[in-house]
């Protein structure tokens, strides 16, 4: 009997050690939706999307609009920092080297819709986030292109077209040559020229994505540009697409 024990005890750490490891996925995660200048009305729905499934998952979840909670000491407990929608110049000196710190020591940041709205004056940030915004037509269906079906967000789709309704954002630059492109949108899909808000804006950009990401030090930062209506927060295809995201940005999955 003590002989058959010793065996079963040995068979089970061997399998324990061939098994494939996991990192654990629990996290502690931040969400500034702080703004100076347009505010979106969808914030209260965005954030109550992203607690439940920070309680699914069984991440800690911070909402804060308090700049000052961004200091080192804070952000040292932290591993992911998430832009929910902010917008304009939100962060202080001091802020501003607490969070590029955060990242370039291995620290995420994920910008969700307006990302290239946020810190348009931070050399650092708009470095990083790839590209500045410069206006959008109205809201209005279009064809989305899924680039890279192998990232934990967009692993997921069934094909590689994915048409929704949203705000298609147009940026002063085309970021593709220096980040990781996975989505772009097709042009042609939507009116581009219907702009009443941004008149003397040309929002002809040819090649147009609209979700990138890239590494930063020893960090990583990601960038989606959808999520504008509040229908999309109870859609379980860009909920997927949030919660990959948020999955890569922390370090918990690879690409």
Not at 86 to 115: D, K, M, P, R, S
Not at 186 to 212: K, L, R
């Amino acid at each position: 009997m003590k002989k058959n024990l010793t065996g079963f005890l040995l068979l089970f750490f061997i399998l324990a050690a061939c098994a494939p490891s996991q990192k654990s996925e629990r996290m502690n995660i931040a969400v500034m939706t702080k703004t100076e200048g347009f505010r979106h009305d969808n914030i209260p729905v965005a954030v109550k999307a992203l607690e439940k499934l920070a309680a699914e998952n069984n991440w800690n979840l911070y909402h804060t609009e308090d700049s000052l909670y961004f200091s080192r000491t804070k952000l040292d407990t932290l591993d992911l920092v998430i832009f929910l929608q902010t917008t304009g110049n939100i962060f202080g000196e001091e802020q501003q080297q607490a969070i590029q710190g955060f990242v370039e020591n291995g620290g995420g940041l994920l910008t969700i819709h307006t990302g290239t709205v946020t810190e348009n004056n931070w050399e650092w940030f708009m470095e990083v986030i790839g590209a500045k915004f410069i206006g959008h037509p109205p809201v209005q269906e279009g064809k989305l292109i899924i680039e890279n079906r192998q990232h934990p967000a967009t692993s997921f789709f069934p094909d590689s077209i994915w048409i929704i309704v949203d705000e298609w954002y147009n940026f002063d630059r085309n970021p593709r040559n220096e980040v990781n492109v996975l989505i772009s949108i097709d042009a042609s899909s939507y009116d581009v020229g219907n702009n009443e808000w941004f008149q003397d804006v040309n929002q002809q950009m040819g090649d147009h994505p609209m979700v990138w990401y890239r590494y930063v030090g020893d960090g990583r930062v990601f960038q989606t540009a959808m999520g504008h209506p509040i229908e999309l927060y109870s859609d379980p295809l860009f909920l997927k697409h949030l919660h990959g995201a948020i999955l890569w940005t922390a370090g918990m999955k690879d690409d």
